[in-house]
């Protein structure tokens, strides 16, 4: 899908570099190739745990075009598994349901533990016949998906041969546990007072994580919020190959006095205008400041189309206090202006990627650091590594 030549001059450095080629933004088959050497080998983040099933439920999710489930047992434990029966290949899961002990294929009602395990094969042998010595049970249960639980988010590795999660997250918890503590960051995820919000864009997914990589078109695209953290006030973050962005020295803490937002003890005094804002390749975008955070993810709905679902965090459960409701409502319109403002950025970008005058284009050497290191990072998903080029299975 690129080639060696299109990988050498993404790879040059930020100064000399050409982008992705326009294909990688209007080629349905090329977001078919991203499914499979792009998502599937790393972490991507499926959905908040908050839209995740109540125990003893199962709900189907849609992920590039590949039908998933997520089952939580009564005991509340959650897994996520292909949503397709392992005798035809039908559709288990159609809408969130009750599991009453297992799941029930409605073709030929083969049904499976809430684990996975296959234990009912009605018929299998003929009228009255459920099991049969030459057909073993065991090896056609559901097929698991690898997932994790971090900071209220869900994340899926579709090929099994990630790395552990916690290395796979490791800098990035160690750079932000320096501002907040050890082990804050994942209790914050569970205390918020909004349901996730989304927004629906007509652009690729990569171009709304490229945006959020940089603060280059802050003035332009954000002049309110330009007035309060300038463009000078910023600046670039590139950590290990799975994280980029940027970060400000001039965030305002929310509300007055009275009404102020709790902030993470641990946070340093000397850094408490501090604010950093992280793209976790491949779909997840973060936010971090003393007093909140927020998380968005990138769902890839087609080659020019993507979902964005956020949702704020807050940082202990007295943020969740009704006399704080203003201030809540305050930081929820103020970001939502925020994310709508790079709706027509992101959208124009896109349109502009029709245009055979446009080859990539050209990085500045000094504010498209962030963005330049996505670019890499995906088009190093395409080179001849082993470990990419396993198939789903």
Known sequence: MLSSDMITAINLDTANATGMPNKAYTDADFLLAERE???????ACLAFESSMPQPG???PFNFIGLPLMAARDDDGELRIFHNVCSHRGQILVHGECRMRGGLKCPYHAWNYAPNGELRGTPHIGGTGVHEIAQFDRSKHG??????????????????????????????????WEAFCGDGELAKVGAITRCEP???????????????????????????????????????????????????????????????QLPAFTNWPVEKIKQAEYIAFYPNLLLGIHADHAFAMIVEPLAHNRSAEYWQLFYIDESATSDHLSDTHESLLGFWRDVFAEDIDAVEGMQRGRSSPGFGGGAFSAV???????????????????????????
Request: charged content about 20%; overall charge neutral; aromatic content about 12%.
């Open 57 to 59: 439920h199962a709900k």
């Open 142 to 175: 559901l097929k698991r998906v690898r997932s994790a639980i971090w900071m209220g988010m869900v994340f899926v590795n579709l090929s099994g041969t990630a790395e552990a999660f916690d290395d796979y997250i490791a800098p990035l918890k160690a750079r």
């Open 197 to 259: 919000q989304c927004m629906t864009l007509d652009t690729n997914w990569k171009l709304a994580v490229e945006n959020f990589c940089e603060s280059y078109h802050l003035p332009w695209v954000h002049p309110e919020l330009n007035r309060v953290s300038r463009l000078s006030d910023h600046y670039n973050i590139t950590l290990n190959h799975n994280f980029a962005g940027q970060g400000s020295n001039a965030y305002t803490r929310s509300g007055e006095t009275d009404s």
């Open 367 to 393: 504010m498209d650091v962030p963005t330049h290191h996505f670019h890499r990072w995906v088009a190093n998903c395409f080179t001849d590594n082993a470990a990419q080029e396993r198939s789903l299975s």
């Open 37 to 43: 050497r792009v998502f599937a080998p790393n972490w």
